[in-house]
């Protein structure tokens, strides 16, 4: 590791806290002077680095600071995140991407929308490509509904190529729960799934999932799955909108119950998500494995729901939305409710509420 990226790391690790530029260069076997060059070279590429003024000075014994809400996606980094989390996927059923199929954007409509032009572009070279952005502006959901995509979250969209057909719901579970596994290996965050595609902590959504399939024409069946993930990492600073107030939540807000500042660790978060789900989307074997997690996970398994069989169609009724309970998730993913005159439907897709709307 260079120097510059082992101190960024080292001050990251710090969370707000001083590092001194003699602890730097004594673990690194370096000099102080070296430290401050690095932390001159971090600052002069836009890192908000605090604190001890310049290699010469002795008055500096407060040590160097990190702003701890500085956490820029870098695809060097994720893809660095990536081989510590897997230092030989040769022998793997699925292929890791490395920096060149890593790209990163500041700002961008959305990462879904983009992910299927280029791969409807490139076919099956895009294969393990992944898009992510540090915002969207024009980020969607199901349906085309809005999803809120502030510099305060994470966002990404994986471009997987299947072999042969697919149940498409099978990657919308495996994305949540490779998700829900990440959340939890990172911020010791204990989420819950909403079938089908919401991942909730703590009674508010902290992630919003999107998978899209490209289809060939010629051969009738998915060519490209786009799966694309909206996490929110930390409240936006002027709050979540009015209109999502009530549902959105924050995962490091939700998860820091002693009130402490939980790094970020974006780039190590997006690592963690990307290997999960290519793992879950390439290896049928680990499926049962995965729909158990999805299942233990589940938000309202057991648990009295509205049924809307129209996803997006408001619940006034004329939807033909049903009070009922869920009782189970099929080996397809799919949602088994239980009606209150004892019969039982099994739902591919739709939408369920846990109130009455
Ligand atoms: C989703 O749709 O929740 C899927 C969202 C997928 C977003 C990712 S981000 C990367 C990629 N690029 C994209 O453009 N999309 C994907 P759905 O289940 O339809 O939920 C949408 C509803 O969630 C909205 O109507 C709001 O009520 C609510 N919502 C919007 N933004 C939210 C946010 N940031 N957090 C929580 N809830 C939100």
Known sequence: MRLRDYVLSALEDAAGESVSGEALARSYGVTRAAVWKAVDRLRKSGCPITGFCGAGSQSGGGGYVLDPSYDPLDARRISAALKALEPASGGAAYCLPDESRLYVFSEIESTNTWAKKQAAEKGETLHGTVFLAERQTAGHGRLGRPFFSPASG???????????????AHFTAAAAVAVCMALGDLYNADCRIKWVNDIFLKGKKVCGILCEGIGGLETGRVEAVVAGIGINLREPSGGFPPEIAHVAGAVLTEAASAGWLIPTRRNELAAAVIRYALKFFSDEN?????????????????????VHPLAGVSADGEDGSYRAR?????????????????????????????GVH
Do not use: H, K, W
């Open 326 to 354: 869920a009782v189970a998730i099929t080996d397809d993913a799919a949602l088994v409710v239980q009606t209150p005159d004892g019969g039982q439907r099994v739902l591919q897709a739709g939408e369920v509420s846990l």
């Open 154 to 168: 994470l966002y990404l969209s994986i471009v997987f190529c299947p072999r042969g057909p697919i149940n498409p």
């Open 286 to 306: 680990l499926r049962p494995a995965m729909l158990e997690e999805y299942r233990r996970r589940s938000l309202i398994l057991g648990r009295e729901v509205t």
